[in-house]
């Protein structure tokens, strides 16, 4: 397990990978207080960064990146995690920065989670190009307000694509196909503005007041 902290920052370049044993775990600070760091993880598409479990062969092996507290606004661009989310953790990357500190996310993929893809909470997030596909639970749980999804895919995932928990949210110009629960769960009494969004119909999701829709 690595914890970044003391106001320093953990850059990966272009390539990079890290190979997680059982159970181990990246800390961008603590949500305690305790610690602050950063973390600037920028690939390319000719050259992603890969965060992956030692034993390839199923999923929960590794533990979770988690970036709690910063220092700086934490970038995470062209970056894949596989087959983390186990060891207790409820999903494979946590967002949610005690300081409310943006955190910029651009094509990240999190998929083979035991448990939810990602986590977002407390900050005000701007996501662009996240895959989340073929985790156990949902593709992302959205925990704080303010969050803004565009370019995204959420497929095969075992609950929802997306679950919202807070509100309000906007999704906008992105995929959600083959979840086994929902496309979009809203657990919340906010309207979550999801429009311009593709389910798997052109009449768009199934739903009480889309009637007749074969959608997601």
Same mark, same amino acid.
């Given at each position: 397990?690595?914890?970044?902290?003391?106001?320093?920052?953990?850059?990966?370049?272009?390539?990079?990978?890290?190979?997680?044993?059982?159970?181990?775990?990246?800390?961008?600070?603590?949500?305690?207080?305790?610690?602050?760091?950063?973390?600037?993880?920028?690939?390319?598409?000719?050259?992603?960064?890969?965060?992956?479990?030692?034993?390839?062969?199923?999923?929960?092996?590794?533990?979770?990146?988690? *970036?709690?507290?910063?220092?700086?606004?934490?970038?995470?661009?062209?970056?894949?995690?596989?087959?983390?989310?186990?060891?207790?953790?409820?999903?494979?990357?946590?967002?949610?920065?005690?300081?409310?500190?943006?955190?910029?996310?651009?094509?990240?993929?999190?998929?083979?989670?035991?448990?939810?893809?990602?986590?977002?909470?407390?900050?005000?997030?701007? *996501?662009?190009?996240?895959?989340?596909?073929? @985790?156990?639970?949902?593709?992302?749980?959205?925990?704080?307000?303010?969050?803004?999804?565009?370019?995204?895919?959420?497929? @095969?995932?075992?609950?929802?694509?997306?679950?919202?928990?807070?509100?309000?949210?906007?999704?906008?110009?992105?995929?959600?196909? @083959?979840?086994?629960?929902?496309?979009?769960?809203?657990?919340? =009494?906010?309207?979550? @503005?999801? =429009? =311009?969004?593709?389910?798997?119909?052109?009449?768009?999701?199934?739903?009480?007041?889309?009637?007749?829709?074969?959608?997601?």
């Amino acid at each position: 397990t690595l914890n970044v902290s003391g106001d320093r920052t953990l850059n990966l370049e272009p390539g990079a990978r890290l190979i997680m044993d059982g159970g181990a775990a990246l800390f961008v600070g603590r949500a305690d207080g305790s610690a602050r760091g950063n973390l600037r993880a920028l690939g390319t598409a000719a050259d992603p960064i890969r965060i992956v479990a030692r034993d390839t062969t199923g999923r929960g092996f590794w533990h979770q990146l988690a *970036i709690e507290n910063q220092h700086d606004s934490s970038v995470l661009r062209h970056v894949e995690l596989v087959a983390g989310g186990g060891t207790g953790a409820q999903r494979q990357l946590y967002l949610g920065d005690i300081n409310v500190q943006v955190i910029r996310l651009d094509t990240v993929t999190v998929r083979k989670s035991a448990k939810h893809g990602a986590w977002f909470g407390g900050s005000p997030f701007r *996501i662009s190009g996240l895959t989340a596909k073929d @985790n156990d639970s949902s593709g992302v749980v959205l925990t704080g307000p303010g969050v803004t999804i565009t370019n995204s895919r959420f497929e @095969n995932n075992g609950q929802a694509g997306i679950r919202a928990d807070a509100g309000p949210q906007t999704i906008s110009n992105s995929i959600l196909v @083959n979840n086994a629960g929902w496309g979009l769960r809203n657990t919340t =009494m906010t309207t979550i @503005n999801a =429009m =311009m969004n593709w389910w798997g119909a052109a009449c768009g999701p199934v739903h009480p007041s889309n009637i007749g829709c074969t959608g997601t």
